[in-house]
């Protein structure tokens, strides 16, 4: 593993006859071992401890924390010391923590001391008087063994590791899983249960522990999810999908088989993704389309159908008698181009961000601008239009186009709809943390089934009243959308044949 | 021959202002209406050889009621019916016709998809007369002597 161990080991000599403990040194630093000696049991439990403080010292205070090491790879232990036994102090050895490879040496070779020292765990017996290469075999052997022990600690360590980590990758898939806002239900290759995440159980109306190895086909018949049994069994893909109602929603499901390293099925992965939002949304995607493409095409056909009489000349030879005709030609291409204006006029209140930087925009010039601009049908309609502003009114933060168009819109439906000598009155004033104005009219008013139907595009109440008058259908749709966009709110109150009142709240 | 008597029922005014003269213009007596409460008082009075009949009026449906409702109700079932389809596809309007009249035989050519050209329609108008007059279906029922009135 580290280089320490790579090199020679150091070995203790524990024995009390000088002699020996000479030879063993010459021995073995002949053969680049490094030795230490101790005459007795004490001598050399000083020793294994002074040489586990040096080390310690040596070692950066982070590694001080981590477990001493190994100060001595191999202690060789005489049976007889002066102060205990070799297996008395082997003991002593062990509880102090150290774990060298050790080498019993006693002259007094008989099985039963072999027999207590192997059971005791020493590693070697090698009985007196021994040969030089004896002892340098037993010192390779066990140097060798201590390798290996070395190895598998390592091994052991490192497969604990991998153990952990492979726990703690299950623990996180399960909580990646069970978070999942997809409900996701596992079955294994024997068509049981093995996993079901909450929007699961949730939607089966049960928990996880009552659903685990019990079989799919018990778990799912009597469910919405009952058609999927067959390909969940015995799939003929390794990936179907569908769609599904379940409790008025709409699930997409996909079943997927995974398979092992060696490519056979180990089981199937249901998942089922609710996608109303997103079907609602693209249903009223392609409602949108059908009524612009409906209301691009009646003026188109209008106007078509208006030249047609006039190249026929169904009218006879005289040019006069085309001009109505004509004229509303006329004006329907005014509409249409209107309409189209609106289009993009809408297209571009969708975008999150306004195209134009928000400035503090004054309210009192805006609204009389956008007064000003109606005069002309105000005057032909003998409206009385007022503002009431109050003083200080705060200006609010957005495009100043946008405050122009939210006006327009609002104060030109108000005149549009309104009764030959009505009013028009909009008060402006502070309310809490809003700036409040509100657009009263005296027209015709809105249907209470309609009022929340008022801001969706293309949506015009059709009455006899307002059969004639122009209008794209986009334009409250338009001050809805730029209102909110500058975080503000528009709402509608009012009573049929009386009149309306739109109020907007733009934060101050 | 006598003169043929077309009722024509859509909300555009422009449009029904163009085919009213452009049918004029061809001898043919034209009455309108703008929705279905109209029609029904108009047939009563103006007894129509033909109708030609938006779909989409004041509602989505309302071109489809009035239609399913002519074709079940005695007198006015065999008044031939020219609808005018906004729908980009004429298919889904005749569907829709077909599934609310439940099994009547709806002849394809009474769909023309909007927007017009007045001479088809025209043309068309007169195929369709000319198949109902085929077939004697005098208008109307009970007073057999119309015919004789022109």
Not at chain 1, 291 to 314: C, F, N, Q, W, Y
Not at chain 1, 380 to 404: I, M, Q
Request: net charge negative; glycine share 6%; hydrophobic share 45%.
């Amino acid at each position: 593993m580290t280089d320490a161990y790579s090199s020679r080991a150091r070995i203790l000599v524990v024995d009390d006859e000088y002699g020996v403990r000479s030879a063993v040194r010459q021995i073995l630093e002949l053969e680049g071992y490094e030795v230490a000696e101790a005459a007795t049991g004490a001598e050399a439990l000083a020793l294994l401890e002074e040489q586990a403080l040096s080390e310690e010292q040596a070692l950066s205070e982070e590694q001080a924390a981590q477990p001493t090491p190994t100060q001595f790879d191999i202690v060789l232990l005489d049976y007889r010391l002066p102060d205990t036994d070799g297996l008395s102090l082997h003991k002593e050895i062990l509880a102090r923590g150290h774990q060298p490879m050790t080498c019993m040496i006693t002259a007094y070779a008989d099985i039963d001391l072999a027999c207590a020292a192997t059971f005791q765990g020493i590693d070697f017996f090698l009985a007196k008087p021994f040969l030089p290469d004896e002892l340098l075999e037993v010192i390779e052997t066990l140097s060798e063994r201590l390798q290996a022990r070395l190895e598998a600690e390592r091994l052991r360590q490192e497969h604990e590791a991998n153990l952990l980590a492979l726990a703690e990758e299950k623990t996180q898939t399960r909580l990646l899983i069970s978070s999942l806002r997809d409900a996701v239900l596992v079955v294994n290759r024997e068509g049981e249960v093995v996993l079901a995440n909450e929007a699961m159980t949730d939607l089966l109306g049960t928990t996880e522990e009552a659903l685990l190895l019990r079989p799919v086909g018990d778990v799912l018949r009597g469910t919405p999810l009952a058609w999927l049994l067959a390909d969940l069994e015995a799939p003929r893909k390794d990936r179907t999908v569908g769609q599904l109602l379940w409790a008025e929603r709409t699930f997409a499901s996909s079943i997927v088989t995974f398979r092992g390293e060696d490519g056979t099925a180990r089981g199937r992965i249901l998942t089922l993704s609710d996608i109303t939002e997103i079907r609602r949304l693209a249903m009223e995607k392609e409602r949108f389309i059908r009524t612009m493409v409906h209301e691009l095409k009646s003026p188109l056909g209008a106007v078509r159908s208006l030249i047609e009489v006039t190249t026929d000349k169904s009218l006879g030879d005289d040019l006069d008698s085309y001009l109505p005709l004509l004229r509303r030609a006329e004006e329907r291409i005014d509409g249409l181009v209107r309409l189209i204006n609106d289009l993009l006029l809408l297209s571009r209140s969708e975008q999150a961000q306004a195209p134009g930087e928000p400035q503090l925009v004054e309210i009192p010039p805006a609204v009389s601008a956008a007064l000003a601009a109606l005069a002309e049908p105000i005057a032909a309609r003998n409206l009385s239009a007022s503002a009431e502003l109050e003083p200080d009114l705060p200006s609010v933060l957005l495009p100043p186009d946008d405050l122009d168009l939210i006006l327009a819109n609002l104060l030109g439906n108000a005149v549009k709809y309104n009764r030959e000598g009505g009013s028009v009155k909009l008060r402006g004033y502070r309310q809490h943390q809003w700036v409040r104005l509100d657009i009263e009219d005296t027209g015709v008013g809105i249907a209470p089934e309609n009022l929340d139907r008022v801001f969706t595009e293309f949506f015009r109440e059709k009455r006899p009243e307002t059969q004639e008058l122009e209008g794209s259908g986009l334009g409250l749709a338009i001050v809805k959308r730029l209102v909110e966009r500058a975080g503000g709110r528009v709402q509608v109150s009012s009573r049929q044949g009386e009149g309306s009142t739109f109020t907007v709240l733009l934060p101050a | 021959m006598e003169t043929k008597k077309i009722l024509v029922v859509d909300d555009d005014r422009d449009l029904v202002l163009s085919i009213e003269t452009f049918l004029r213009a061809r001898g043919y007596e034209v009455a309108t209406a703008a929705n279905s409460k109209e029609a029904y008082e108009r047939i009563v009075e103006f007894k129509p050889h033909l109708i030609v009949l938006d779909v989409m009026m004041n509602y989505e449906e309302e071109g489809m009621v009035l239609a399913s409702a002519l074709k079940t109700d005695g007198p006015t079932h065999s008044i031939p019916i020219l609808i005018l389809s906004g729908f980009t596809a004429q298919k889904e309007a005749r569907e829709k016709v077909l599934a609310s009249l439940q099994g009547q035989d709806w002849p394809a050519d009474s769909f023309m998809q909007k927007p017009v050209r007045l001479a088809e329609l025209a043309d068309r108008i007169q195929v369709l007369l000319a198949r109902a007059e085929a077939a004697r279906t005098p208008w109307p029922i009970g007073e057999p002597d119309a015919k004789d009135n022109d």
